[in-house]
C-alpha cells in the first residue's frame, strides 16, 4: 500500500514537472509557466536549468517511487521466507525435542526393563545353585542310603519262608481230592 502511495504522489509530481515544462516552454518568455500563471521570470538560461531540474527531480521521484516500492515488496518477500523458515526451524527443533524427550523415556524404560531382568536372573541363579545344592545333597543321602543298605544287606541272615510252608500244609489239610 505504501509502495501506492509512493507512486501516486511520483506521477501527480510527473504531471506537475511536465505540465509547466510545455507551458514554460509555449511562453517563449524566459519564464516559468503553471496553469496558465508565470511563477518565476529569471530570464531564459536559468528557466532552461530550473526546467531541467524540474524534469530531473521528475525522474528521481519516479527512481524513488519505484525503489520504495520494490523495496517493500522485497522486504515483505524477505519476511515471508524468514517466517517460513522460522517455522521450518521451530518445527524442526520441535521433532528434535520430541525425540529426545522419547528417546530419554525409552531410554529409562529400558533401563526400568534391564533392571528388572537383572533382579529375575538373579533370582534364578540363586534358585538354581539352591536345586544344586539339594541335588548334591540327596545325591549323598542316596549314597549313604545305599552303602547302609549294604550293610544290612550283610548282616541279614535268610531264614526260611515259613509263611509258605504254612500255607502249603494248610491247602493240604484242607484239599478234598487227597
Known sequence: MAGIIA?????????????????SVRAFGGSVVFVGRSLLAPGTRP???ILCGLAASAGLAWAAAVAYARGRRIERRMTADL???YQEMSTR????IARAELASWRANEL???VEDLAHQRNEILAEMDLARKRTSELRALIEDYRRTLTELQE????LPDVEDELAQRRERTFDPSG
Open 7 to 23: 507512486i501516486v504522489a511520483a506521477t501527480l509530481w510527473t504531471a506537475f514537472v511536465v505540465e509547466t515544462i510545455v507551458e
Open 111 to 113: 533401563r526400568t526393563t
Open 93 to 96: 527443533a520441535a521433532g528434535d
Open 47 to 49: 528557466t532552461i536549468f
Open 83 to 85: 517466517d517460513e523458515r
Open 155 to 158: 548282616r541279614l541272615v535268610l
